[in-house]
């Protein structure tokens, strides 16, 4: 299966030349890009930026970025957690197959990426790149394997408090793109909306408002952390709107460093020639369903994340197809000039901006894993979302919004079994099974990174 997988790619690729040869009438071949940037903000709703609908002007830079790119409409993440979600966009794979996940059966033990996994670091450098990473999540230290292919590793994961910045994250990074003639790829990861809320000074207030706060700020540490994820504390409408619109400060900081990564790019003469991603790990529950945070579900708030996309020669359309983040690690392959490792899934999101009728067709994307709880396994296709419980044996049927988003369960048993038994089906092909695995190799986190841990309210 793995076989007929990766040759199924191999084909899609050599027909979509073709394709955007037309589409775009370039009789130069399609022009391969020098610099390769993804830009990834850690719990990073969609529905929060502009480009999504966001009320509030929570994005300038991206939403001007957006005017000029591909923009995904229905892109969604594989896993409610960092590890496995970037552990998925960095190598084509399901949770299941990279296994840099949490072990199922003990909250307190994760795995580091399979050792015989192809990042996409190492597909650039093969390709000649050379390959830089930033990163400010503590599930992205080193140990974690996610450094694999990357020549410069700069990890950075303060606890909550002492966070490196977006922008001093962006600025580590141009310094270093300064430093370099040929072709570079560089995977920036930024921390500002994930708890605990704290905006940097300049933005503080900026949707807030001054007066009293109803809450404490610094938001979202220690106890308190502890009863909202346990949902032993809701906090009052009031409180909620405050706590969101500090969000949303923290949302523009994240965006303004953006700006400021796209002046850089131009400034060092390579803007034009680059392809530049603007994605999120995953989303964050605001009692959506009831409860706070990110890693307990995989519901559309957690899943449904932005994916914007410039690439240069492909001019700006807005999709709405349903693509993820293993689509957005072929399209990067694909840019490389490389063949896909073999196993990987996706396919190059070119393809649906080029072919209106590839755009329409539909697709399944598998979600899963979450840092508390039981183990979780979702599928969504079309209007619908199955979440199975790996452990009980339950699975549940949701029906979506077009953003793959506003789960509300399915009642009516002659619209849930057909359903529920077909997205089933569909779970266990791409899945392979619907067992628990044991990650291969399981890393028990030493005492100085669980402290860590604890300051970012992962650990009790
Ligand atoms: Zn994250």
Redesign the pocket.
Known sequence: VRALRADHTAWALVAFGGVLLAATGCHHGPSKPTTVVVYVV??QRADHLGTYGATRPTSPHLDDFAAKSLVFDRALTHAS??LP?VASLLSGLYPAEHRATRDPRDEYRYSHLAPEVTTLATVYHDAGFTTGAWVD?V?LAPEFGLKRGFDVYDYSGGDGSEERSAHATVAAALGWLGTQRGPALLYLHVMEP?LPYMPPEHLRLRFTGPGEPPVPVPFGMGELLGKLMNRLWVPSAEQQDYILKMYDEEVLAADEAFGELLDGLEHAGRLDRAAVVFTA??GEEFWDHGGFE?GHTLFGEILHVPLVIRLPGVPPARLATQVSHVDLFQTLVALSGQQAPAGTHGEDLRIFAADPVRAAAPRVTLSEDCLYGPPLAGITAGSYRLVANLQTRVAQVYHLDDHAQGDTLVTDPTEREPVGNDLMKQLKTLRGDLEMHQPAETTLLDGEKVQKLRALGYVD
Do not use: L
């Open positions: 850690d719990t957690w960092t979600a999540n599930f994930h790990d995953h990110h």
